[in-house]
């Protein structure tokens, strides 16, 4: 069974940093491209980043919001995936998503998520 | 970057009643779109892939179409386990990957 589970979200002041871990099982970790995907309090889906697996050299995409502040990362010989977040603003605050990257020829799409973890940027 | 666009925001509906969910793209995207659902406090839920394909383990009242920049999600007889939000994923090759801003779907 597929599971992605995340951990590390919590309360974090403006300007501050936090790393999220996801953990993975059930699958073959290194052969899949993995996302963060983030949800504001109330609010719809926002695609965070992307990193690819080791035969696509590890290369990562980010979102506009995030770029230069968040960077994607992944331990293949752990199976776990992290998203170290750096100079957090409160427009931050959200659940994030780990997901699974899967294809269908060319058309990519996400077919397991972990269940979230919340990050709080406040004062 | 590319727009998603869904239809309406909101719906309220009856279980048993056809109902059907639009998706706009701001330029052509292909087939590249995928539908997901999602219920309160629950990550969301792969349903369609590739505008077309259904995704393992869902049942088959659900179904989607289109091409280019106009797709539909469609659920032939509302089930009360089909009371959620839907979002359409554009997953074209240009970065960064979009939703739509969801529909909601509610019990009338």
């Known amino acids: 069974e597929v599971q992605l589970v995340e951990s590390g979200g919590g309360l974090v002041q403006p300007g501050g940093s936090l790393r999220l871990s996801c953990a993975a099982s059930?699958?073959?970790?290194?052969?899949?491209?993995m996302d963060w995907v983030r949800q504001a309090p109330g609010k719809g889906l926002e695609w965070v980043g992307r990193t690819r697996n080791k035969a696509n050299s590890y290369t990562t995409e980010y979102a506009a919001s995030v770029k230069g502040r968040f960077t994607i990362s992944r331990d293949d010989s752990k199976n776990s995936l992290y998203l170290q977040m750096n100079s957090l603003k409160t427009e931050d605050t959200a659940v994030y998503y780990c997901?699974?990257?899967?294809?269908?020829?060319?058309?990519?799409?996400?077919?397991?998520w972990g269940q979230g973890t919340l990050v709080t940027v406040s004062s | 970057d590319i727009q998603m666009t869904q239809s309406p925001s909101s719906l309220s509906a009856s279980v048993g009643d056809r109902v059907t969910i639009t998706c706009r793209a701001s330029q052509s995207i292909s087939s590249y779109l995928n539908w997901y659902q999602q219920k309160p406090g629950k990550a969301p839920k792969l349903l369609i892939y590739?505008?077309?394909s259904l995704q393992s383990g869902v049942p088959s009242r659900f179904s989607g179409s289109g091409s280019g920049t106009d797709f539909t999600l469609t659920i032939s007889s509302l089930q009360p386990e089909d009371f959620a939000t839907y979002y359409c994923q554009q997953s074209y090759s240009t970065f960064p990957i979009t939703f739509g801003q969801g529909t909601r779907l509610e019990i009338k």
């Open positions: 997901a699974r990257v899967s294809t269908f020829g060319l058309v990519l799409h996400h077919d397991y």
């Open positions: 059930g699958f073959t970790f290194s052969d899949h491209y």
């Open positions: 590739a505008a077309s």
